[in-house]
């Protein structure tokens, strides 16, 4: 034993010069000085921390950071964008709840409406937003919530945001939005009139692939309570060191943003000249289905998310990965590199063939998240692979 009678632990002081960069809190618990002040700490009627698990100092700056973006009156950190999701559907729907989601969504959030919601009996109805009779045929005595995300993954098609908010409203129904591929700088669903927004803080806001987090945003005081239990309750807390990192990585967002959305219309521009290329899907083309709705919702804001396809089977498909080789291909999106994916491999692969085809995916479809390269490689890359694999 040690016979040095001092205590193990040293109070940490940080002095009258704070830090530049917010510092990081890899700490289980924080210390009160009497059970009066803990209870104080519960009540919120003097701030601080208690234990992690319930909250702590790195979380709740990065809510503090992304409510305004999002126009959130409260925020919540959550340990994934799963974990928001999973989270705000649990605080918010019990058994026996109605819930009516666009079938077009991220394969997580599909996989948590299909299997492990009904296992807990709530009801789900999994359907086309493209016509809002369908929404309207859809609705029961007993809907709880709409879901949809702004932009569909990954065929880039606009949901139609203004007409699913009236039949919300119209309905007393919450309506909950997952803004992943849009970011708050394309629309912020929480002004125009939905009740939470979700986040996968995973891809473009934090943008560098090093940090795995989730954000739920509401519009009311009254989500708060519910939704925050569920989250603690259940273990759904972000890492100290993802919230850190995603700070960091918010510092650059709106530049890495606007540096990536060039280079997504600049690629989706150079490929729709191409005679090779069967489809490109990006809102800034006319082409595109959602053209006016895009301008509509979100002006010139047309994303840093595109896809296209050839001609070709899985052969065409894997020589094309290997010919653009210093593009990674990795199931993610949003870091500050461009990256690329294919969906039939990795998002969708368990889709059943009638699904795959009614989205209108193949072998040769690839979606490329645009990072802040230098647009002339970024040209060059693609051309010498689409060259490789169609001559
Ligand atoms: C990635 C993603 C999610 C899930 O986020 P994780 O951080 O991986 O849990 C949810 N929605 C969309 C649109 C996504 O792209």
Redesign the pocket.
């Given at each position: 034993m040690d016979s040095n009678k001092k205590p193990l632990r040293q109070p940490f002081v940080l002095g009258q010069t704070p830090p530049l960069n917010s510092p990081l809190f890899p700490n289980v618990a924080f210390t009160s000085k009497t059970p009066d002040q803990m209870d104080k700490v519960y009540e919120t009627t003097i701030s601080g921390s208690t234990y992690s698990r319930e909250g702590h100092p790195n979380s709740s700056h990065l809510a503090k950071i992304i409510n305004p973006m999002e126009h959130a009156k409260f925020g919540l950190i959550a340990g994934?964008?799963?974990?928001a999701?999973s989270t705000s559907i649990l605080g918010l729907l019990r058994k026996g709840d109605h819930l009516i989601a666009n079938k077009l969504l991220?394969g997580?959030?599909l996989a948590l409406f299909e299997k492990h919601l009904p296992r807990l009996g709530i009801e789900v109805s999994l359907i086309s937003f493209d016509n809002m009779q369908n929404l309207a045929d859809a609705l029961r005595s007993n809907t709880k919530m709409i879901f949809t995300?702004t932009v569909s993954?990954p065929t880039i098609r606009i949901t139609d945001l203004e007409n699913i908010i009236k039949i919300a409203k119209k309905n007393d129904i919450f309506l909950m939005v997952?803004n992943?591929?849009t970011t708050p700088i394309g629309c912020q669903p929480l002004t125009m009139g939905a009740d939470i927004v979700i986040h996968?803080?995973?891809?473009i806001l934090a943008g560098h692939s090093d940090a795995?987090?989730?954000y739920i945003g509401a519009r009311d005081d009254m989500f708060f309570e519910p939704i925050n239990d569920v989250l603690i309750t259940m273990g759904m807390t972000p890492s100290p060191f993802d919230c850190w990192l995603t700070e960091r990585g918010l510092l650059s967002f709106s530049l890495r943003y606007a540096r990536s959305q060039e280079n997504a219309k600049a690629l989706a521009t150079y490929l729709s000249t191409l005679n090779v290329i069967k489809k490109v899907h990006y809102p800034s083309l006319p082409s595109h289905p959602d053209y006016e709705r895009c301008k509509k919702l979100f002006g010139k804001n047309t994303g840093t998310m595109l896809s296209f396809e050839i001609e070709g089977n899985r052969t065409t498909a894997n020589q094309f990965f290997e010919a653009i080789s210093p593009i990674r291909f990795v199931p993610?999106?949003g870091d500050i590199s461009t990256t690329l994916s294919h969906p039939l491999s990795s998002s969708h692969r368990s889709l059943s063939p009638e699904k795959i085809n009614e989205i209108g995916l193949s072998e040769g479809f690839f979606r490329v998240s645009l990072g802040v390269e230098n647009f002339d490689f970024l040209q060059d890359c693609f051309s010498t692979a689409i060259k490789k694999v169609t001559s």
């Open positions: 994934s964008g799963m974990g999701i991220y997580g959030t995300e993954n997952d992943t591929f996968s803080l995973t891809k795995m987090l989730g993610t999106l």
